[in-house]
C-alpha cells in the first residue's frame, strides 16, 4: 500500500496539510526554480536560432532545476532559524521542522552533483557558470543578507546567469547576446527585488535581516530611486541590444514599449502617492522579462 505521511502545520487559524511533493516543492521554492529554467532553456533557443534538438532542452532544463534547487535548499537551511520569524517563509518544510537540515543538506548535495554533471555535458563553461550561481547565491548572498545591503547586488549575480548559462550552454563561449542577457536579467532583479523589499520590510526587520536600507520603521527612499535609474537603464540597453543583434522594428518597438511600461511603474513606485504602488510595480516586473524574452524568441522566428 502505498501511504503518504502528511504533516500538519497550525498557523493562526489555518490548518494547512503539506505530503512530500508539497514540502519538496517548498523546499526547491518551484516557481522560482521554474522561472529560472524558463529563462535558460529561452537563451539557449535564442543562442541556437532553434536548431537545438528537443533532447539537449529537455537536459538543459533538467540540469537548470537541479542546479537552481540545491541553491534554493542550502539557502532555506542555512536561514531556517530566520525563515521561522516571517508569515511568507514559516511554513517551509526545514524551518518548520518536517525535514531535518541533514535531510535537506543531503538532497541539495545530490541535485547539485546531478545539475553540475547534466551542465558539464554541455560544456565545462556551463558547468562553471552553473556551479558559480550555485556558490555566490548560497554562500556568498545568503549569509550578506544578515550583513549590508551590497548582498542585493551580490545577488543579482547569480540571479542574472540563468539567461548567461543556456546561452553558453550552446555556444560553448560568452557570447554578445550572453552579455546582453545578463545585462538585462540583472537590471530587472534590482527594479524587482526592490518592490519586494518595500513590500516585505516589517518582516525582513522582524527577523533582523539588515539589506533593505531604512529606519526600522520604513524603508529608505532611495532603494525607490535605485528602482527607477535599474528600470531605466533598460531604454539603453534595449538600444544596444537592437543595434547588435539587428532586431526587427516592430521586435525593436515592443521592446522599448514594454522598457516604458516598466519605467512608468517605477515612477508611481518613487512618487509613492497611491496605495500598492509596490506591489504593482513587482507585477509590472513579473510580466515585463518574460514579454521581452518572448519578444526576442519570436524575432529569431522571422
Known amino acids: 500500500?502505498?501511504?503518504?505521511?502528511?504533516?500538519?502545520?497550525?498557523?493562526?487559524?489555518?490548518?494547512?496539510?503539506?505530503?512530500?511533493?508539497?514540502?519538496?516543492?517548498?523546499?526547491?521554492?518551484?516557481?522560482?526554480?521554474?522561472?529560472?529554467?524558463?529563462?535558460?532553456?529561452?537563451?539557449?533557443?535564442?543562442?541556437?536560432?532553434?536548431?537545438?534538438?528537443?533532447?539537449?532542452?529537455?537536459?538543459?532544463?533538467?540540469?537548470?532545476?537541479?542546479?537552481?534547487?540545491?541553491?534554493?535548499?542550502?539557502?532555506?537551511?542555512?536561514?531556517?532559524?530566520?525563515?521561522?520569524?516571517?508569515?511568507?517563509?514559516?511554513?517551509?518544510?526545514?524551518?518548520?521542522?518536517?525535514?531535518?537540515?541533514?535531510?535537506?543538506?543531503?538532497?541539495?548535495?545530490?541535485?547539485?552533483?546531478?545539475?553540475?554533471?547534466?551542465?558539464?555535458?554541455?560544456?565545462?563553461?556551463?558547468?562553471?557558470?552553473?556551479?558559480?550561481?550555485?556558490?555566490?547565491?548560497?554562500?556568498?548572498?545568503?549569509?550578506?543578507?544578515?550583513?549590508?545591503?551590497?548582498?542585493?547586488?551580490?545577488?543579482?549575480?547569480?540571479?542574472?546567469?540563468?539567461?548567461?548559462?543556456?546561452?553558453?550552454a550552446f555556444d560553448g563561449y560568452v557570447s554578445e547576446l550572453a552579455i546582453w542577457l545578463f545585462a538585462l536579467q540583472f537590471l530587472w532583479q534590482f527594479t524587482h527585488f526592490w518592490a519586494i523589499g518595500v513590500l516585505s520590510y516589517d518582516e525582513y526587520q522582524k527577523a533582523g535581516y539588515t539589506f533593505i536600507p531604512g529606519d526600522g520603521r520604513s524603508p529608505a527612499k532611495r532603494i525607490r530611486y535605485q528602482a527607477l535609474l535599474a528600470a531605466a537603464l533598460l531604454i539603453p540597453l534595449t538600444a544596444l541590444m537592437d543595434y547588435t543583434m539587428n532586431l526587427h522594428l516592430l521586435s525593436a518597438s515592443l521592446m522599448y514599449v514594454a522598457a516604458a511600461g516598466f519605467i512608468f511603474y517605477a515612477i508611481e513606485f518613487v512618487r509613492d502617492r497611491k496605495e500598492n504602488n509596490a506591489l504593482s510595480l513587482m507585477f509590472s516586473s513579473l510580466i515585463y522579462l518574460p514579454v521581452v524574452l518572448s519578444i526576442l524568441l519570436i524575432d529569431q522566428l522571422f
Not at 526547491?28 to 537545438?52: C, N, P
Open 1 to 168: 500500500m502505498n501511504k503518504e505521511t502528511k504533516h500538519i502545520i497550525i498557523d493562526q487559524d489555518t490548518v494547512k496539510t503539506y505530503g512530500f511533493l508539497a514540502d519538496l516543492n517548498l523546499l526547491v521554492k518551484g516557481r522560482l526554480t521554474a522561472m529560472v529554467v524558463f529563462t535558460s532553456v529561452i537563451a539557449y533557443l535564442l543562442s541556437s536560432g532553434f536548431s537545438a534538438s528537443a533532447a539537449s532542452v529537455i537536459f538543459l532544463a533538467i540540469g537548470g532545476f537541479f542546479i537552481a534547487g540545491a541553491a534554493n535548499i542550502f539557502n532555506e537551511v542555512l536561514e531556517k532559524d530566520y525563515d521561522k520569524l516571517m508569515k511568507r517563509t514559516m511554513n517551509r518544510p526545514v524551518a518548520a521542522g518536517r525535514m531535518s537540515v541533514s535531510t535537506g543538506v543531503m538532497i541539495a548535495g545530490f541535485m547539485a552533483l546531478i545539475g553540475m554533471t547534466i551542465l558539464g555535458m554541455f560544456n565545462p563553461l556551463t558547468a562553471f557558470f552553473g556551479t558559480l550561481s550555485l556558490v555566490i547565491y548560497s554562500f556568498i548572498y545568503t549569509p550578506l543578507k544578515r550583513v549590508t545591503p551590497i548582498a542585493v547586488t551580490i545577488g543579482a549575480i547569480p540571479g542574472a546567469l540563468p539567461l548567461l548559462i543556456g546561452s553558453v
